[in-house]
């Protein structure tokens, strides 16, 4: 049974890491898991994004350099200080809410 308790923490560890990098990077004050706030929830990216290749890879980008136009008139600023490695894992923990 503890070997089990220990596999289980093992396996959420890089998701709860994930959560901790989207509230010290302040993503939370406009995204939310399943409900649109400033910009779009995590569900309607990933599920706008789903089935693409390359996505992880194009939303660390839009992570790191902002946009605008593409959820409507309010621009994401651009996060330069997330690292390349940081907005991918961001980019796939987003990508993966279900």
Known sequence: ???????????????LADEASLKKNNCIACHNIDKKLVGPSYRDIANRYRGQSDAADK?????RAGGSGAWGPMPMPAMPQVSEAEAKRLAEFILNTK
């Open 59 to 63: 939303l660390a980008k839009k992570i």
């Open 1 to 15: 049974m503890k070997a089990i308790i220990i596999s289980l923490a093992l396996i959420a560890a890089p998701a």
